[in-house]
């Protein structure tokens, strides 16, 4: 009897998720929240991080057709699921919107910054690479992008060019700091 009453109370508790029930609704939220936000975490942190969790649980929410993709089993594997794929699907936007490849991501990331510019040998190497290898116009991308951590957008700004110039500039940056690089290594 235990059996049934519990399968009977998933299967009550599955309608009500496919209908959109406000308790059901409030009762994922509350309990899956944390596996969402964990999921988006491994992949976008701070505002964005929060951005998608709750597109996640919006699109949940009031999207039917999302709710009925879920067919029964872990609901928090289900979740955990979408979280990271709606996750993906922002960071590479990003990364398009930013002319980035993902790729080339890690070698400029914004967060701990300080950090990396704090040793001394890889500042060094920097105002090596800064002094040697860039032209002027190309040392004002190369701070404003890479030092000051500006986006795109407010780079071409500050330095008044058009934002598709911005880009191509700093492509040759890092094809000039992919070369500069590896010749420092065989060195």
Not at 14 to 19: K, N, R
Not at 53 to 76: A, P, Q
Not at 145 to 174: C, P, S
Request: with cysteine; charged share 35%; hydrophobic share 35%.
């Amino acid at each position: 009897m235990g059996k049934q009453e519990k399968s009977i109370s998933q299967e009550k508790w599955l309608e009500g998720f496919y209908s959109g029930d406000r308790t059901v609704m409030r009762e994922c939220y509350v309990d899956h929240f944390d596996v969402v936000f964990q999921s988006v975490g491994r992949i976008l942190h701070g505002a964005d991080q929060e951005t998608v969790v709750h597109e996640v649980f919006f699109r949940i929410i009031t999207d039917d057709k999302m709710r009925r993709n879920f067919k029964g089993g872990s609901l928090r594997a289900w979740l955990s699921t979408v979280a990271k794929n709606r996750a993906v699907d922002f960071w590479r936007k990003y990364c398009r919107e930013q002319n980035e490849e993902p790729k080339d991501m890690d070698m400029f990331q914004v967060q701990g910054t300080s950090e990396f510019m704090d040793r001394t040998d890889v500042r060094i190497t920097l105002e090596r690479f800064n002094d040697e290898c860039l032209s002027e116009k190309l040392r004002s991308v190369f701070k404003a992008r890479f030092v000051q951590g500006l986006n795109q957008r407010e780079a071409a700004d500050t330095l008044g060019m058009l934002r598709t110039t911005l880009a191509y500039q700093e492509r040759q940056i890092k094809r000039k700091l992919r070369r500069f690089l590896k010749g420092a290594q065989g060195s």
